[in-house]
Each structure stands twice: as C-alpha cells, then as structure tokens.
DNA sequence: ATGAAAGCGCTAACAG
DNA sequence: CTGTTAGCGCTTTCAT
C-alpha cells in the first residue's frame, strides 16, 4: 500500500498538496492537480481511512440500532439504511439491542468511543431524555418512533393515524361488525397513534366496546395468547386489527386454532406491509414506505453530521393499504401463473 | 476525552508503562500498575481505538456479508454473530450483497481499505478461487457454504444431506406416494447436498421421476411457479421437499392458490428452521443450529484473526427435523392457552 | 498556489 | 521493570 508520501514524491509536491486534492481543500493549480492525480493512479493509491480519522474527524461509520432484527421489519429498514450508506460512501454497523436499554446504553459508549459519525435508532425503550443526552455528543435520527414533547429529536414515521383509519373503514367496507384491535405497547408512539386512530372511527360505533381492545407487544406470541382471550369474551368479533404484521401473523395463527377461518368468519388486517409474504392467507396490511423510511433516515442523518440544517425535524410519511386475501371476501380460486 | 500522556502524567510514569498495562504486555510492577489504573479510573480515560488501529494493527472490526438480509434465516445468523461479536468486543458491520458478484468485490475492497480485522461469509455467488484470493489478505469465515475441493477454506455448515433424509423419510412415513423436491441453485454446496439426499431415498422408490425435482432459486416467488409447473405435471404429487423455508413458503401459496390443502392433499416440509413462524398451517422443517453456526462462525473468525491454529477447517453442525403441520395428518383441532 | 511542520493518540522497538 | 523515541498516514495551520 502506498501513502500520500509516495504520491507526493512521484508528482513532486508535498503532501499537503496531495492532501488538499484528495479533500478538495483549498487552491490547487489545475496543473499540479492533473500530475497528482496521475501519480495516485499509477500507485494505486487509496487514503487510509484510520489514518483519516485520526487527523481528521470523520469515520464515515454509522450505527442502525433495532430493537429485534428477527422481525423482518427491521431487516426491510436495514437494507435500506445499509444501501444508502453504501451509496453515500459510509459504513453500517448493526446493532439489536433486544428492547434492552441496558444494551442500548452500552452501545452508545461504544459509538462515542468509536467515534461513529451518527446513529439511526430504532427504539421503544430508550426515553426522550436519554436521546437528548446522547444526541449532544453524537448526532441521531429515530426512525419509527417520535417524541412530540421533544421536537429538537429528528425523526421518520409514518402517518399511522391515518392507516388506522384506512383499516378500520376497510374493515367496516367488508363488512364487520364488530372490530377488536390488537395494540402494541402503549408507550410506543406509533402503536399509540394506531390505537387512536381505532378508536377514533369505533368509538361511535355501536358494537364498540373498550374491551375490544387487546393488549400486545409487538410480537407472535402475546399476540396469540390476546387473541385466544379476546375471543373467550368475544366470541362475535369479525375483524380484527393488529397492531402490527407480527401481530396479525399471531392472531391468524390463534384463530386458526380456535378453528375460525379468516376471512370467511373473521377478516385480519396488519400493519406494517412488510414484503415477504408470512402467511396464507396473505395479510391485508398498512404498508408503511420501510425503503424510504431507511433512506431518508440516512439521508437526514447525514445532514446533521454535516451541521446543516433540516427542513424540518419531523418526517411523516405516507401510507397505503395493502388489500390481500385475508380481509376480503373468498374469490373464486384463481391462481397465476 | 483524556489521553494516555494525561493518565502517564498524572500517574508520574511515561506512556510506554501505561500502554504496557493496557495491553497487559511486558512486565509492569504490581504497584505502578495500580497507581496507573487508578489514574485512569480517575481520568475516566478510555484508549481511542482508532489510534490503537492506526499505531497497532487490529480495528475490532468484522464484516457480515449476506445475500439477502429480507431472508429472516439471515437476521438470525446476523443476531448470532453480533451476540458473539459483541461479547468478545468485536464491532460488525453489515453489507447486503443482494447476490451481486460485483457488491461482494466492492466490500472485500473496502474491508481491505477499511482494515476490517475478518469477514464471515455467506455467499452463494463467489467462488472458491475469489474467496481464495482475498483470503489472503484478510481472514474468511464461510457459513452455510462449503468447498469440498478447497479445503483451506474454513466453513461452518450443517449436515444438509442428513437433514434432507430426516425430510424424506418422514414424508414416506406420513404415507406419502409421490414426493417431490423443489431445490435450490445446483452451484450451492448447501443446495446439492439436499438435493443429493433427497435422491439417496428417493431414487429407489417406483413413483420416482426425475422430473419430480423442479429448480427454485432459495426465492418464494420462483417456488411458486415451480410448483405450480409441478403439479401441471405431476398432479399427483402428495409431498414435497422444499430446499428451504422460504421457497416452502412460496409452495404453499402455489398449492393454497391451486386449490389443494396442506396437509391433508399434500404434505410439505422446509428447510433451515427459521424461528419467525411463517405460515399457517405452521411448516415442518430441518432446523439448523442457526443461533450456534453464527457464534461458532465468530469464534473460529477470532482464531483466525489471532492466527491460531484450527482444530478442523470444516465444521459440520448436527440438523434436527421439527415436526408441525405442515406434514402431518391434521390433528383433532386443539389449541393452546 | 504550495510547503514545512506540528500534531491526532497510540504502539513498539530499543535502551537503559 | 521503565523511559525515550520513532513512527502509523493523514489533516491543518502558518508561512512563503
């Protein structure tokens, strides 16, 4: 591996010259540019990124927090991050912290130690003020979650309110009856902004009841056990709205047991619009736009390390209803091919 | 941020001593160490580790290659790995190579430049000779791929033509007449090997045809039209082997789409044992040690990252068939509280 | 427009 | 057992 000296040697100048190029600082004649670069061709010769760093500031090293990379949400925003990092010439280290803000503590000492550029955090643990402390030392956007007490955290999110509401008239428009939802933790903002928006249209309805609304946490299982509860009380519920596709997947899998069969008795929508298709029959769900949310949360993450400053702190994006098989009625069996 | 001239400073020795405890390398005397360390406890000093790479050599930084990280058999190596990573104070960083040669050539230059310390493999598109190659610049660990001609190369993968017997078997038990087998790309090692053992049984039975083995690509989508060329064909297929969970998924949407009732017309087993339940009805499948191969891979990546010698190059992991639905006579309905 | 020189914070001979 | 010193490869004033 040859160094900024070798270069500089061959194209007879001296290493700041060499440098100014590689950083395109400061004035350098066209001429002495053109020889220098033509030396760093014939060497081969890349700047060392350590070496960079150490003078400099810079890693170009961001981290990805997730709370559970076994939820294919988090991998669907993972290759999106990943992908415009890559684009953007930095480096992605991932980190699943479990729900675990014992974890998450300990990888932002890392990061800070590490000098990592910036963070992307997914989180439903680590509290405002926690963010605000660490977002001093090193910039951070949140991506799915927001705290709107705290307006200075930037964050990405989408318009879950909205896509409640999408479900809930969609499931009223095929027919229900009786919507019991599913909701995940209530100190999430986004499992809360579902929840509302639930609420919002059932509320006057008259089969509404609170106690249609069950607890879950964002996975399979307490979403399974909510299911098999909820139906004990309810046995009459005929739409059901989860809180998210994991939680959709845990209920068909409840109802399936208990043997209802969905959409025919009961009709199932999710939240989320992951892309792999988890279960037959295929989750009508809320497609949140996960690639743009990874991108754009990029995007914003390298602005704050640049200091430059955002539009707007916010980001609400836009979502859409998925209609599949398991909300709609029964069509006559049809298959591609 | 303190120094280590600082902590030298404050402790009254120089900074070779205090790296020297540090690095717990030469001889340091009991009493200087302690004065050291206590200055630095005091200092809250931390050793920047870019500094540490740029002087030494080792950045505590290993890469995760995988092709497709929307492939949840993927999120579950990656949680392994960076479990094992993390504990061992190693950083990941993760590239999604979407099965592109060319991504895979982009990162090996990067680690280079980079100096990632080691990179675990899972590549189904690089060969032996490549790998071979950047090998010798940079320590590989292989998993869920191997090459029988290349020994050197060290992998962790399991035993996939037991796995495939296990699958064949039951299916035969289960009273099957007419099993079929949806592989994986032939230039897989992993995908052959099913392949192979599914053929061990097979070939031998008085229903078996070659043209019972349709090609997939490790994908749903590809699955799904193989099955649903498969059964144009062979309408009276009443098994099928799918190479791995996800293109199991992808056949049973083809059969679900067809018409036909899993398990009761046809009876369907996997491969890989991802823990995300996919589908309902819930996939029998051959659970590899996913969470074990991860951290045996980061293991045996540490040793080579110390050069230190491996007792066995290849290491082939134990399968276990887990029995759901999927494959089994439907069951008095009963469901779990 | 270019160069000289002083670091960034640490490791690793080498010398005592 | 400990200190001195020379880098690692680059960035960045400060001169010229």
């Given at each position: 591996?040859?160094?900024?000296?070798?270069?500089?040697?061959?194209?007879?100048?001296?290493?700041?010259?060499?440098?100014?190029?590689?950083?395109?600082?400061?004035?350098?004649?066209?001429?002495?540019?053109?020889?220098?670069?033509?030396?760093?061709?014939?060497?081969?010769?890349?700047?060392?990124?350590?070496?960079?760093?150490?003078?400099?500031?810079?890693?170009?090293?961001?981290?990805?927090?997730v709370?559970?990379?076994?939820?294919?949400?988090?991998?669907?925003?993972?290759?999106?991050?990943?992908?415009?990092?890559?684009?953007?010439?930095?480096?992605?280290?991932?980190?699943?912290?479990d729900?675990?803000?014992?974890k998450?503590?300990?990888?932002?000492q890392?990061?800070?130690?590490?000098?990592?550029?910036?963070?992307?955090?997914a989180?439903?643990?680590?509290?405002?003020?926690?963010?605000?402390?660490?977002?001093?030392?090193?910039?951070?956007?949140?991506?799915?979650?927001r705290?709107?007490?705290?307006?200075?955290?930037?964050?990405?999110?989408?318009?879950?309110?909205?896509?409640?509401?999408?479900?809930?008239?969609?499931?009223?428009?095929?027919?229900?009856r009786?919507?019991a939802?599913?909701c995940?933790?209530?100190g999430?903002?986004?499992a809360?902004?579902?929840?509302?928006?639930?609420?919002d249209?059932?509320k006057?309805?008259?089969?509404f009841?609170?106690?249609?609304?069950?607890?879950?946490?964002?996975?399979?299982?307490?979403?399974?056990?909510?299911?098999?509860?909820?139906?004990k009380?309810?046995?009459?519920?005929?739409?059901?709205?989860?809180?998210?596709?994991?939680?959709?997947?845990?209920?068909?899998k409840?109802?399936?047991?208990m043997?209802?069969?969905?959409?025919?008795e009961?009709?199932?929508?999710g939240?989320?619009?992951?892309?792999?298709?988890l279960?037959?029959?295929?989750?009508?769900?809320?497609?949140?736009?996960?690639?743009?949310m990874?991108?754009?949360?990029?995007?914003?993450?390298?602005?704050?390390?640049?200091?430059?400053?955002?539009?707007?702190?916010?980001?609400?994006?836009?979502?859409?209803?998925?209609?599949?098989?398991s909300?709609?009625?029964?069509?006559?069996k049809?298959?591609?091919?």
């Open positions: 591996m040859s160094t900024i000296r070798d270069v500089g040697k061959m194209a007879g100048v001296s290493i700041a010259t060499v440098s100014r190029v590689i950083n395109k600082s400061g004035y350098v004649k066209q001429e002495t540019e053109k020889t220098i670069l033509q030396a760093m061709q014939a060497l081969n010769y890349e700047p060392d990124p350590i070496a960079r760093s150490l003078a400099g500031k810079s890693t170009r090293t961001i981290a990805l927090v709370p559970d990379i076994l939820n294919p949400f988090f991998p669907e925003i993972a290759k999106a991050v990943e992908k415009e990092a890559s684009r953007l010439g930095y480096t992605v280290i991932l980190c699943n912290t729900n675990s803000l014992d998450e503590e300990r990888y932002f890392v990061f800070e130690q590490k000098r990592i550029d910036g963070v992307i955090l989180s439903y643990t680590l509290g405002a003020v926690q963010i605000k402390k660490w977002q001093k030392k090193i910039p951070i956007v949140v991506i799915d979650n705290f709107p007490q705290h307006p200075t955290i930037v964050s990405i999110i989408s318009h879950n309110r909205t896509g409640a509401h999408l479900v809930v008239n969609h499931l009223l428009e095929q027919g229900c009786k919507i939802h599913i995940g933790p209530m999430v903002y986004s809360k902004e579902r929840y509302m928006g639930y609420e249209i059932c006057d309805q008259d089969w009841s609170p106690h249609l609304i069950v607890q879950g946490d964002f996975q399979i299982k307490e979403s399974y056990q909510a299911t098999i509860g909820l139906f009380r309810h046995p009459d519920v005929d739409g059901i709205f989860a809180g998210n596709d994991i939680m959709a997947v845990g209920a068909l409840a109802l399936v047991a043997g209802m069969s969905v959409p025919d009961v009709k199932l929508v939240f989320d619009g992951i892309s792999i298709p279960v037959v029959p295929e989750l009508t769900t809320v497609a949140q736009p996960i690639g743009e990874g991108a754009l949360a990029m995007h914003h993450l390298v602005e704050l390390i640049h200091k430059r400053p955002l539009a707007s702190h916010v980001q609400v994006l836009d979502v859409r209803l998925i209609i599949k098989e909300s709609t009625t029964r069509a006559s049809e298959f591609v091919t």
